[in-house]
Every structure is written in C-alpha cells, then in structure tokens.
C-alpha cells in the first residue's frame, strides 16, 4: 500500500508571494490533515478535510487555506509569506471515521524556506 | 485549554537501559484521547498507540509499555532493553473527543538518543 505523498519536498519562496502545496493520502483513507512544524512551535495544527469538507480548524491566519478533492487528495495554500510560515508542513492521512481517530499516517512532509 | 507538556527535552542512555519519557497534559474535557507518536531520523511521524480517557489500563507492546494515570494527568512511556534504532523524537498528544477528530495538541517531544 503507498503511503502519504507529498510534493514538494523542498521549496524556496520569498517573502510576500504564495505558495501551494500538494498532499496524496493513502488509498481509501477520507480524512487528510495538515500540521505545521518549527523548532520554535513545535506540531501545529492548521486543518482537516473530510469528504471534501473541513472538518476542524488551528488557530492560523486566513492566509492558510486548503480544500480536497473528490479523490480525497488534498492541498493547502499560504497566502503573502512571511518569515515565519519557513517551516516543515506535515500532511497526515486517516480513514476518517472515529473508530480510528487521531491514528494518522503522515508523510515525509514539505520543508518550506521563505527568504 | 489543551495542554501536553514533556518536560524532558533530551534523553541519552546507553543500548540496553530502560528508558521512560514523562508526558502531563491538561484538559477539561472529560473524555478525551491520548497518544504517542515517534518521529525517526527520516522525519515521518509513526503512530505508536492511542488510549481513550475511559481506559486506564496499562498497556503493553513488545519492549514498549504505557502507563495512563488519570489522578495525576500523566501518560508515561517506558522502552525497556533500549536499542539504537529507538533513537527519536517522541510525542505525545491529546485529543478532544467527541469532535476533536484529527485534531492532535502534541508536546513538545522529547529527543531519545541511544548509544551502542
């Protein structure tokens, strides 16, 4: 069974632009999560779709967004960078139903610099 | 609020020792999930067990064991016979329940580094 994709793996963006990053979940699984990691914060949570729909919130800005697909893939967007969005941003996926709640299956994560 | 604190920041033992990484968390929910997660060199974060706030039942899995004290708000985790491939970043999580969902407060991990 594949696991988590994510894509990019690596990106540099400067301060001021946006940038959109891509998550694929497990095959069959209806919930994808994000989580924002720093060495300051630590995990973060930004957000989870399920069944196209946002299930749950984190505390971030509304230049944080995301939305998924019919085919459970997921992206989230962060709009007007700042310095401090340079973080690893975690996708992680699930089942969705809440005999499985919080066992999530992450990926290798997208590491963004934002110069 | 939510709070998970893991006051250990590091832990250095060498192969073979018994090792317990400490994990308080605050909440006023009253039920609620619990969780460790691990997170290896390569980054991805495993799952490794979640407990439910109504079971406080000492689990144990292999070399890992888990011991859930509601009274003092704590879920410890124990490696015993440690190995060098538990070298790691450990966390643990909570969880509202109903309606947290995938919604994880995790500490700040506590890194586990293993000696030969």
């Known amino acids: 069974k594949a696991g988590v994709t994510q894509t990019p793996r690596y990106l540099i963006k400067t301060r001021g632009q946006q940038v959109t990053l891509s998550c694929s979940p497990i095959?069959?699984?209806?919930?994808v999560s994000w989580y924002q990691q720093t060495p300051g914060q630590g995990l973060q949570f930004l957000f989870e779709?399920?069944?196209?729909?946002?299930?749950n919130k984190g505390n971030f800005p509304g230049r944080f967004s995301g939305r998924q697909f019919s085919n459970s893939r997921s992206e989230m967007n962060v709009s007007t960078l700042e310095l401090g969005d340079s973080a690893l941003y975690l996708c992680?996926?699930?089942?969705?139903?809440?005999?499985?709640?919080?066992?999530?299956?992450f990926g290798e994560g997208s590491r963004l610099t934002v110069l | 609020a939510q709070k998970v604190t893991q006051a250990q920041t590091e832990i250095s033992v060498v192969e073979k020792e018994d090792v317990t990484l400490d994990c308080v968390y605050e909440?006023?929910?009253?039920?609620?999930?619990l969780f460790w997660y691990k997170q290896p060199p390569s980054g991805e974060l495993v799952f490794l067990i979640r407990?439910?706030?109504?079971?406080?039942q000492n689990e144990i899995s292999g070399r890992y064991s888990w011991n859930f004290q509601k009274s003092t708000s704590s879920f410890n985790f124990t490696i015993t016979a440690s190995q060098v491939v538990d070298s790691a970043v450990y966390f643990c999580?909570?969880?509202?329940?109903?309606?947290?969902?995938?919604?994880?407060?995790f500490g700040a991990g506590t890194r586990l580094a293993v000696h030969p």
């Open positions: 992680a996926s699930s089942s969705g139903g809440t005999g499985n709640t919080g066992e999530l299956f």
């Open positions: 095959s069959g699984h209806r919930s």
């Open positions: 779709y399920f069944s196209e729909t946002q299930r």
């Open positions: 909440t006023r929910d009253t039920t609620y999930y």
């Open positions: 407990r439910n706030s109504f079971d406080e």
């Open positions: 999580a909570l969880s509202e329940f109903p309606g947290g969902y995938n919604k994880l407060i």
